[in-house]
T-cell receptor, first 115, second 116 residues
Framework: AQTVTQSQPEMSVQEAETVTLSCTYD???????LFWYKQPPSRQMILVIR??????QNATENRFSVNFQKAAKSFSLKISDSQLGDTAMYFC????????????FGKGTKLTVNP | EAGVAQSPRYKIIEKRQSVAFWCNPI?????LYWYQQILGQGPKLLIQ????????DSQLPKDRFSAERLKGVDSTLKIQPAKLEDSAVYLC??????????????FGPGTRLLVL
């Protein structure tokens, strides 16, 4: 079974600075997807960024980028120029490319951006 | 396009009572998921539908939880009877086609259940 581990329960960063959230996962599969989801206090889960395992290039979405290390099974999220609106829970998630396409989530990292 | 809709947003019941949650996925999305998110944890899949058929319900407590997706559109998740440990947020998600290139699940706002 796949597992996702987020080792940082809470983090904080000053506005406009950069922060990196860590995620490791365990799988025996070779084809899969990885995601970072954001969940603000309103509780609507929002997709931040996705990465296909077969792609070597790291995904980027504006101020958000990932460092995907397939051999190390590591998938960290970097947020540049942090904004107050980035304050939220961040969940790393894994999905197999075949079979049941369910998301397996980590326990989350609570990020607080301070003014 | 309209997002995933869920109702009610909040529900408080006493243990041993029954409760039902409703989800309307994004139009055209074939796959629908129900997740349970206990406070302080990440969401956990309860059941996955592909159109109106069940793909994965391995983590659904079938002695008390049931779900259906009539006509492959809306879905209802029911708990009967509820236990204290069922207190959680129940999230519904949908995506167009699981094996599509742009594989993304879109989530609804969730229903927060408190069992007293």
């Amino acid at each position: 079974a796949q597992t996702v581990t987020q080792s940082q329960p809470e983090m904080s960063v000053q506005e406009a600075e950069t922060v990196t959230l860590s995620c490791t996962y365990d799988t025996s599969e070779s084809n899969y997807y990885l995601f970072w989801y954001k969940q603000p206090p309103s509780r609507q889960m929002i997709l931040v960024i996705r990465q296909e395992a077969y792609k070597q290039q790291n995904a980027t979405e504006n101020r958000f980028s990932v460092n995907f290390q397939k051999a190390a099974k590591s998938f960290s999220l970097k947020i540049s120029d942090s904004q107050l609106g980035d304050t939220a829970m961040y969940f790393c998630a894994f999905m197999n490319q075949g079979g049941s396409e369910k998301l397996v989530f980590g326990k989350g990292t609570k990020l607080t951006v301070n003014p | 396009e309209a997002g995933v809709a869920q109702s009610p947003r909040y529900k408080i019941i006493e243990k041993r009572q029954s409760v039902a949650f409703w989800c309307n996925p994004i139009s055209g999305h074939a796959t629908l998921y129900w997740y349970q998110q206990i406070l302080g944890q990440g969401p956990k899949l309860l059941i996955q539908f592909q159109n109106n058929g069940v793909v994965d319900d391995s983590q659904l407590p079938k002695d008390r939880f049931s779900a259906e997706r009539l006509k492959g559109v809306d879905s209802t998740l029911k708990i009967q009877p509820a236990k204290l440990e069922d207190s959680a947020v129940y999230l519904c998600a949908s995506n167009r086609e699981p094996r599509a290139e742009e594989e993304t699940q879109y989530f609804g706002p969730g229903t927060r259940l408190l069992v007293l």
